[in-house]
């Protein structure tokens, strides 16, 4: 492998384990982890062979958020223009894409934190599906000491899941956000003293993801998130047309057979998604 990688990637048992890799830098957000991170989140996506994405890290920190160099060096920032700072929103519009595609990705998505979790690393795991955290764990939405506003979906996402009065103090003071208050707040699923004992209970969680039929589960997972974003009798009017879209008799008669007989049930996998650009039209 490549060192200079910002993940690792592999797939196993219809689980699709992403890893962030670099802890001698406290995996942070380098211009080659969003290319990196696009790119995987495509292929998973497109490929439907995994049934769900666990996201975890290594080191002490699950991430430390945006490289500050990136926006030094690597990203310029130009504020001296009207077309200059037009040009940091489309690039914030790119970022932002990005993280998007582990919200709108086919399959649900765990995310496995220990250590910090800082900056633009709450951006991203606030658009996974699930949260699980060990002990020690800690979010903070750092933007805001350093002098600037979290851009990339921390601030439109954290409150739809804890409560908006929490959000409000974390964004504006930069405190630090504990795995047990993130828990009570809903933020994280649950919390483990270890991470080697949080990895087991995220794969475990992935398991049990990856044996329900594929299809059904990319539908729950469109339903939830039209629900979040929609009236209750749209998300209805909604769940009718999904419903009669998905339907499967043969996967409930599969389903209802496995439990009866005790065995893993078998389901088709997602259809493979072809991009125009590979056609060689």
Request: hydrophobic share 45%; with cysteine; glycine share 8%.
């Amino acid at each position: 492998m490549n060192p200079t990688r910002c993940f690792s990637l592999t797939t196993s048992e219809h689980i699709a384990h992403l890893v962030l890799n670099r802890p001698e830098a406290m995996n942070t957000m380098n211009p080659a982890f969003w290319r990196e991170l696009d790119a995987a989140l495509t292929q998973i996506n497109n490929a439907g062979e995994a049934r769900v994405l666990l996201i975890s890290s290594t080191g002490k920190h699950f991430s430390a958020g945006m490289a500050l160099e990136t926006f030094a060096g690597d990203i310029a920032m130009d504020d001296q223009s009207p077309e200059g700072r037009a040009a940091i929103s489309d690039l914030l519009a790119g970022m932002q894409a990005t993280f998007t595609k582990l919200e709108t990705l086919r399959v649900p998505v765990i995310v496995a934190i220990q250590g910090g979790c800082i900056g633009g690393a709450v951006d991203m795991v606030t658009a996974c599906c699930l949260r699980y955290a060990t002990a020690d764990a800690f979010f903070c939405i750092q933007e805001i000491n350093i002098g600037m506003v979290a851009d990339v979906g921390t601030l439109q996402r954290l409150p739809k899941l804890i409560p908006l009065a929490v959000v409000k103090e974390l964004a504006y003071t930069g405190r630090k956000l504990g795995a047990a208050r993130a828990q009570a707040c809903g933020l994280v699923n649950e919390i483990f003293e270890t991470a080697d004992a949080m990895l087991a209970g995220a794969l475990q969680c992935a398991r049990e993801i990856a044996a329900k039929p594929p299809v059904a589960i990319w539908g729950t997972k469109q339903a939830i998130h039209y629900a979040r974003d929609h009236p209750v009798d749209e998300a209805l009017r909604q769940m009718g047309w999904l419903q009669g879209a998905i339907w499967s008799n043969q996967h409930v008669r599969e389903a209802v057979s496995a439990m009866k007989e005790k065995r893993a049930p078998a389901f088709p996998k997602l259809a493979k998604l072809t991009d125009f650009d590979e056609l060689g039209l």
